[in-house]
């Protein structure tokens, strides 16, 4: 089964191919619009959808694509994620010792090594222990409203978590691009990234 992104029903099809380079996208029998637009779209089209927020495109990806390396993007992420933070910690160390400042890299690598592996656990368990509330406060809002839909599933809920989580991501432009006014550019990523959540989160 696939799902409409415009209404999130459920439809046995997408579409119908009538020659290897001719296919039809089909409508959806609820909202009488095309069930999956995308389907005829360029990945990049459906990317630039997801940094807009559309929900269509999270739904897309989530139920109707043939997307499955989410572990990998919970690895890009988790890596990601760590190194912004080992960065703003190495220059915070860096900025408190100025005057050993030239021989900081050589005295302090194996302790740098150590926390950038410190903050990489940190952020995993940070990840895991929001997922993990995120899916008991869903099985919670299930359980007050007495309907549980019958499509959802907590490997969905983990996947548009996941998605909507690599937003934080950009924040990595800020460690390259040294920004004069770090903590507002982080202020700002931490909002699209909430923005990013709860559009999958409502999308899934």
């Known amino acids: 089964m696939y799902t409409c992104i415009n209404c999130g029903i459920e439809v046995e099809e997408l579409y119908r191919r009538y020659s290897p380079s001719v296919l039809k996208v089909l409508k959806c029998g609820n909202c009488c619009n095309l069930a999956d637009k995308y389907i005829e779209y360029d990945p990049v089209i459906v990317l630039v959808d997801l940094v807009l927020l559309e929900k269509p495109a999270y739904r897309h990806l989530l139920y109707n694509s043939n997307f ?120 700002l990523i931490h909002g699209y990234t909430m923005l990013c959540l709860l559009t999958a989160y409502s999308g899934h």
């Open 68 to 187: 499955q390396s989410y572990w990998k993007l919970m690895v890009v992420l988790l890596l990601g994620e760590s190194f912004r933070a080992w960065s703003i910690f190495k220059n915070y160390q860096i900025d408190q010792d100025s005057d050993d400042h030239q021989n900081y890299p050589q005295n302090n690598k194996f302790d740098s090594e150590r926390s950038f592996y410190i903050l990489l656990a940190h952020t995993a368990l940070s990840l895991g222990a929001f997922v993990l509330a995120m899916i008991i406060s869903t099985e919670i809002r299930w359980l007050i409203m007495g309907v549980r839909p019958q499509k959802y599933k907590i490997s969905d809920l983990f996947h548009a978590l996941i998605v909507g989580g690599c937003a934080k991501l950009l924040g990595l432009l800020g460690v390259i691009w040294q920004y004069v006014a770090p903590e507002l550019f982080y202020v």
